[in-house]
């Protein structure tokens, strides 16, 4: 049971690169978030699309880049990379409607030097 | 600005004891959700509750949504090391898809 994929699990960067968060889920799920976890503040999230070819900002969207191609994958892309993009980051997915659970990925640990 | 307030951020207890982690908010929710994070892993749901009053129980852990469902507890009765997690909340507001989420409970129970 694959559920949320999430390549790679950990990055390391250099401040100025860009590079591509890769999420993918088996489970048919309209909706897809990314969120980023830093210690003691929970999970925000960065981007959202509810089906394929729609996307909108999240509460922290600025310097990310994120499309919705297909129902499966929904990539998540640092256009030019900060320290302060240093976090542990999250996709989701879930079915449409309110109230469904969120299903996770295992995360992608990135650090910019 | 819809916020959830979690306490304590941090609980430290030895195997054995009861605990209760909160989550309060001063807005509405029509539904709040309560998850466990293990290290190195993305959060997995454990309970939805949607009902003000709503109590759900999952084997030594109850759950209780607000009577005006803008708060709710997750209590363990005689808490394990398997226990051992960050726990989060997060609420769907009636206003908009997106859910909040409260900054998370990191709880260590020692053997």
């Known amino acids: 049971n694959a559920g949320v994929t999430q390549t790679p699990k950990f990055q390391v960067l250099k401040t100025g690169q860009s590079m591509t968060l890769q999420c993918a889920q088996d489970?048919?799920?309209?909706?897809m978030s990314w969120y980023r976890q830093d210690p003691g503040m929970g999970l925000r999230l960065i981007h959202y699309s509810v089906g394929a070819g729609i996307t909108d900002q999240g509460e922290v969207p600025n310097g990310y880049n994120v499309s919705r191609s297909t129902t499966e994958d929904f990539p998540l892309r640092l256009l030019s990379a900060a320290p302060s993009q240093t976090s542990v980051y999250f996709c989701?997915?879930?079915?449409?409607?309110?109230?469904?659970?969120?299903?996770f990925g295992d995360g992608t640990r990135l650090s910019i030097l | 600005t819809q916020l959830l307030e979690q306490s304590p951020q941090f609980l430290s207890i030895q195997e054995g004891e009861n605990l209760t982690v909160y989550c309060n908010s001063s807005?509405?929710?029509?539904?709040l959700q309560w998850y466990r994070q293990e290290p190195g892993e993305g959060p997995v749901l454990l309970v939805t509750v949607v009902t003000g009053g709503e109590v759900k129980k999952l084997k030594r852990l109850t759950f209780q949504f607000g009577d005006a469902r803008k708060d709710s507890s997750l209590h363990i009765t005689a808490a394990q090391p398997g226990d051992t997690g960050l726990y989060l909340c997060?609420?769907?507001?009636?206003?908009?898809?997106?859910?909040?989420w409260g900054a998370g409970t990191k709880l260590i129970i020692k053997p």
């Open positions: 807005s509405v929710f029509s539904s």
């Open positions: 989701a997915s879930s079915s449409s409607g309110h109230g469904q659970p969120q299903h």
């Open positions: 489970m048919n799920h309209e909706y």
């Open positions: 997060a609420g769907y507001s009636d206003s908009n898809y997106q859910l909040i």
